[in-house]
């Protein structure tokens, strides 16, 4: 089945770390990787790992990405309350031959 | 800076169609893949189409295929979606995306453009 599965939501203690999955097939994560995107309430997207794990200019450190064949996560350590928003994984799919999105996970700082 | 910012939203009619502009500034606009992207309210993310650089070949996702129609002026440093008998149900925030260079990824995003769709 075609699509990338993340989990509806997370929840964390305030300086825990968190990691969330982005769950696809061979032809998709598996194929090249998922990237991330950060969402805050009212705003756009914002990259946070591209397919190959690296993060772009001006991205914390505490945002880490990998992959074991088709599953794909993001960690993020020492969270903060300005951690909390949505996130979003993203991948090409080879079989389809467009782009996807998984459904998104609301993290939670508590 | 690099910057993309969506133009051309707004309320329509079941039925009618849409165009919606993007304007590229701060970087080679002809240098990169480009997308649209939307987000219905509460929803999550939806890729909708993307173009090459030179806008020969396009690309749309299952859902709207037929429908939206992606094209670009390079010229014009411009993106365009060019909506068609649009329904209730693509009442959404219509994103422009910039494709990196590098890795594939959604690297720059607009502001965003509301498009609602009124029965």
């Known amino acids: 089945q075609a699509g990338l599965t993340q989990p509806p939501s997370v929840s964390r203690d305030l300086g825990q770390t968190a990691t969330l999955t982005c769950t696809g097939n061979s032809n998709n994560v598996g194929y090249q990787g998922a990237a991330w995107l950060q969402q805050h309430q009212g705003r756009p997207p914002r990259l946070l790992s591209y397919r190959n794990n690296d993060r772009p200019s001006g991205i914390s450190e505490r945002f880490s990405a990998s992959r074991s064949e088709n599953t794909a996560s993001l960690t993020i350590t020492g969270l903060q309350a300005e951690d909390e928003a949505d996130y979003y994984c993203s991948a090409w799919d080879g079989s389809l031959g467009g782009w996807l999105f998984g459904g998104g996970t609301k993290l939670t700082v508590l | 800076q690099v910057q993309v910012v969506e133009s051309g939203g707004g309320v329509v009619q079941a039925g009618r169609s849409l165009r919606l502009s993007c304007e590229a500034s701060?970087?080679?606009?002809?240098?990169?893949?480009m997308h649209w992207v939307r987000q219905a309210p509460g929803k999550g993310l939806e890729w909708l189409a993307g173009i090459s650089r030179d806008g020969t070949i396009t690309y749309h996702g299952e859902s709207e295929k037929g429908r939206f129609i992606i094209s670009r002026d390079n010229s014009k440093n411009t993106l365009f979606l060019q909506m068609n008998t649009l329904r209730t149900e693509d009442t959404a925030v219509y994103y422009c995306v910039r494709q990196s260079t590098v890795e594939g990824a959604f690297d720059v995003w607009g502001p965003g453009a509301m498009v609602s769709v009124s029965s």
């Open positions: 701060g970087f080679t606009f002809s240098g990169h893949v």
